[in-house]
């Protein structure tokens, strides 16, 4: 199905090209449940999903999760003072409601680039004193990364292209989408 008819206007809709299908997405995140059930059997395990992209991969992610008691609980990162010239500071806007301590631990994020705010946010979690912690991103672009951080699982890396669908947005267009697009003149 081409969604691109949900974008509002014609000037957005032109820029941005199909690129991974829902059907591709869904055999993905199938695969990644498989790994996390089998890694977490019988265990318990906090998700912890950072709003607002991670929401449709975290969704279907801890639906196909079997035989791990899940929790699930969302953090909010946001970067204060972005400019061209600067990346700003990343601060929790929301923070997390549940106690960690000596839990599983599973950060889930929709992807990652510079890394900067995975970075942050699993400083952020050590510092609760989990069991274990780890990290699950469903795409993963690997080329400008900026801090020593890396998933401990990965659904699919992809081009360094600036995508949008399935959680990913830009200026809040496509999050709703089913299918991944890139942007064709990204500026
Ligand atoms: P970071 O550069 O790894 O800190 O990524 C921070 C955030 O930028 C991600 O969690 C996404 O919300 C957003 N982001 C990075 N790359 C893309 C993209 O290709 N499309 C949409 N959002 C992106
Ligand atoms: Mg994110």
Redesign the pocket.
Known sequence: MNEINKFPNSFVSDQFVPYITAKEVETIVDSLAHTISQKYQGEELVLVG?LK??TPFLSDLMKKIKNVKVYVDFVK?S?VGRSKENNGT?ILSKDLKTNILDKNVLIV????????????LKNRLTQASPRNIEVITL?D?PY???VPIKADYIGKQ?ED????GYG???DEYGRNFSEIY??KYPN
Not at 109 to 120: K, P, S, V
Not at 161 to 164: L, W
């Open positions: 950072a992209g991670s990162l970067a990343i994020e929709e992807i990652i680039d510079t890394g900067r705010a995975l970075y942050f795409f672009k400008k990364r900026a992809i292209q600036f995508i949008v990913l947005d830009l890139y942007l």
